[in-house]
């Protein structure tokens, strides 16, 4: 008789993606995918879905460190929800900045085409809801 049980995935190891439609499709998190999905020529079937069918991504991490780039959702608004630690979401509007003070157990939400990054003021927890079709990138 077979075992009947199964282990869970680790968000932190696992992009979950909710494609439109309703299914989800857990997908190893490696070095490359963000480059792959961004240069949008990638053969990889996982990056093709993300890129042709759309949907959301779900993921959880740990932030050390302050972001060193800008990062922008142009497909849709993303959600942080901080689990644990203390986090200022620097969001550009208009010219300006606007920081977002996130303490463990609040969340926010990036506006879609937002350029954002983050500041760890004590390391912690994330977890993200993106619509990750054509993020890209920028120096700070």
């Known amino acids: 008789m077979a075992n009947p049980r199964q282990p869970g995935f680790d968000l932190r190891s696992t992009y979950l993606h909710l494609a439109d439609g309703g299914d989800a ?61 203390a986090i200022d979401v620097v969001l550009e509007e208009q010219g300006s900045e606007r920081v977002v003070e996130l303490r463990a157990g609040t969340a926010c939400k990036v506006p879609q085409g937002a350029w954002h990054r983050m500041i760890v003021r004590e390391p912690g927890e994330f977890l993200t809801i993106t619509y990750g079709k054509g993020t890209q990138h920028r120096p700070l």
Not at 26 to 36: A, H, M, N
Not at 59 to 80: R, V
């Open 25 to 85: 499709l857990p997908i190893e998190v490696r070095p490359t995918f963000w480059p792959e999905l961004m240069s949008g020529d990638s053969e990889a079937e996982d990056i093709r879905r993300v890129a042709d069918v759309g949907g959301w991504l779900v993921t959880s991490f740990h932030m050390d460190k302050d972001m060193q780039q800008w990062e922008m959702h142009p497909a849709g608004d993303e959600i942080l929800h901080l689990l644990s630690g």
